[in-house]
C-alpha cells in the first residue's frame, strides 16, 4: 500500500440509489422525414440548378441522426441534378489535420461509400472578406469554389461564453467552415469578444458566398431531435436566437443546486467541444458563462475512444484516473487549446491509480465533517442525464421533486479486483 492509498483507505463512501431525472420529451415522429419535407419546401433548395457543385459542411458533434440526416441532404441535392460533395467543417478538431477531420466523418458513418459523393478533406483556406473591425473572414478552399453551400448543426448553449448565436449555425459558419484558420481568427481576442466576432464573420461570409440554406437541429434533454428547421441564407441570423432559446429551456441539467462531489464516468469531443456541458456542473474554464450547480470537487473517470485522445475539458476536474491520463494525447488536445486560446481546458488534475480512490480523494477533500451526509452525485456524461446515482443523503430533496424519482433501495458503490466500476459507462 502506497502512501497515497494509506491516507484515503479509511474514507468512507456513501450508499447511493439509483435516480431518474425527468426532463420534457417532445420529439420528432420521424426526424429524417422531417427534415427532407423542409429542404424540399425551402427557397434556396429549389433554387438549385442541374450540374451545380454543392459543397455539403459536416461537423464533428455527434448530432442523433447525423448520417442519416446527411444521406437524405446529398440525396435531396442528387435528386435535383446537382453535383454536391461533403467536407469536414469543424476547426481544428481532429488534431487539425485533413486526415484527422476525414477520420472523424468516417466515425460518425459518413464516408464516400455510404454518402455516395466526394468527401474533400482540407485544412486549406482563402479570404473571402474583411469584418467592420478589421478582422479576416476566411473559409475552407473547397467549399468557398463551389456553385452553393448548404450545412447542417446541432443548435445549444456554448460552454465557454453566452451570446444570441453560441453553437449552432453562425457558429459553424464561422469556425466550422472557416476550418483552423477560422477558429483561430475568431478565437484571437479571447472567448469575451465571441458574441460579437461569430455574427460579424459569419455576416460577412454569408453576403459574400452562396449559401443555399441551413439546416438547424434542437435536440431535447435524451438527445433526440426536437425541432428541425431549414433555413435560407437571409433567415439564419434572425431566426437562430429564438431556437438557442429553446434549446437552452430543453438542456439536460441536474435538479440539485448544491453538491459536494460530482462523477462523471467520461468526457469527450463526441458528447461536447469542451468535453462536456460545463452548465450540467458549474465549471467553466473562461469567466464568460456561467450558471449550474455549485459543486465542490469534481472527477472525471475516463476519456471515451471517440475522441482519440483529446482530453479537452479536464482541466476543470478536480480529479482523473490513470486510465484517463494514459489516454490522454497532447498532439490531439493541444491544437484546440492553441485555437481557442485557453489552455486551462488541458490542465492535468490530481490523477488516482483508479476509481475508488478517486470517489474517495474526492470524499476526503470535499469539507464536510460528517462524511455520511456526503452529496455525491455520479452519471455517465452530460448527455445522458436520465439517470443517475445519488447519495442517500441526498434522497430528502429527490422525494421532494416532482422531477426526480428514486428507482431503487440504498446500495454500496461496486468496484473490482481492480478498484474500478464494473458498470462504467452503462448507466
Do not use: W
Not at 339 to 363: E, G, H, Y
Amino acid at each position: 500500500m502506497n502512501a497515497i492509498e494509506n491516507l484515503l483507505k479509511d474514507t468512507p463512501l456513501p450508499q447511493v440509489v439509483r435516480v431518474r431525472q425527468i426532463f420534457d420529451d417532445t420529439r420528432l415522429r420521424d426526424p429524417v422525414e422531417t427534415l427532407r419535407e423542409k429542404i424540399l419546401a425551402n427557397e434556396g433548395y429549389q433554387s438549385v440548378q442541374p450540374g451545380a457543385r454543392i459543397a455539403v459542411a459536416v461537423g464533428s458533434r455527434g448530432i442523433l441522426h447525423i448520417r442519416d440526416f446527411t444521406l437524405a441532404l446529398v440525396g435531396l441535392l442528387k435528386e435535383k441534378g446537382a453535383r454536391p460533395f461533403i467536407f469536414p467543417a469543424m476547426g481544428s478538431h481532429g488534431g487539425a489535420t485533413a486526415e484527422g477531420q476525414a477520420a472523424i466523418l468516417a466515425e460518425l458513418g459518413i464516408t464516400e461509400k455510404s454518402m455516395g459523393v466526394p468527401i474533400l478533406s482540407s485544412m486549406e483556406t482563402v479570404r473571402v472578406g474583411t469584418t467592420e473591425t478589421g478582422l479576416p473572414v476566411v473559409m475552407d478552399r473547397f467549399a468557398a469554389e463551389a456553385d452553393g453551400i448548404v450545412f447542417l448543426n446541432r443548435i445549444k448553449p456554448h460552454t465557454s461564453f453566452r451570446g444570441p448565436y453560441e453553437s449552432g449555425l453562425m457558429k459553424m459558419i464561422t469556425i466550422g467552415i472557416g476550418k483552423q484558420a477560422g477558429a483561430g481568427l475568431c478565437h484571437e481576442l479571447g472567448f469575451g469578444r465571441m458574441a460579437e466576432n461569430i455574427p460579424a464573420i459569419a455576416e460577412v461570409a454569408l453576403r459574400e458566398k452562396n449559401f443555399l440554406f441551413a439546416c438547424g437541429v434542437v435536440e431535447n434533454a435524451y438527445h433526440e431531435a426536437c425541432i428541425i428547421e431549414v433555413l435560407n441564407k437571409d433567415e439564419i441570423a434572425d431566426r437562430e436566437p429564438a431556437l438557442l432559446t429553446r434549446a437552452r429551456e430543453l438542456a439536460p441539467r441536474l435538479y440539485f443546486d448544491q453538491l459536494d462531489v460530482c462523477v462523471m464516468d467520461e468526457i469527450g469531443k463526441n458528447i461536447s467541444g469542451t468535453g462536456f456541458d460545463t452548465a450540467v456542473v458549474g465549471r467553466y474554464h473562461t469567466p464568460y458563462a456561467s450558471g449550474g450547480p455549485r459543486i465542490s470537487k469534481l472527477g472525471i473517470l475516463d476519456l471515451t475512444e471517440e475522441s482519440h485522445g483529446n482530453a479537452n475539458g479536464i482541466g476543470m476536474a478536480d480529479f482523473t484516473t490513470r486510465r484517463l491520463y494514459e489516454k490522454f494525447r497532447p498532439e490531439q488536445s493541444y491544437p484546440n487549446v492553441l485555437t481557442s486560446t485557453v489552455p486551462a481546458s488541458v490542465k492535468i488534475p490530481m490523477v488516482l491509480a483508479n476509481d475508488r480512490l478517486l470517489f474517495q480523494a474526492a470524499v476526503r477533500t470535499c469539507n464536510i465533517l460528517d462524511k455520511s451526509k456526503v452529496r455525491l452525485v455520479r452519471f455517465r456524461n452530460t448527455l445522458e442525464l436520465g439517470t443517475l446515482e445519488a447519495s442517500v443523503g441526498l434522497m430528502p430533496e429527490i422525494e421532494q421533486n416532482g422531477n426526480m424519482e428514486i428507482l431503487s433501495a440504498p446500495y454500496a458503490l461496486s468496484f473490482d479486483g481492480d478498484g474500478n466500476l464494473p458498470d462504467r459507462g452503462k448507466n
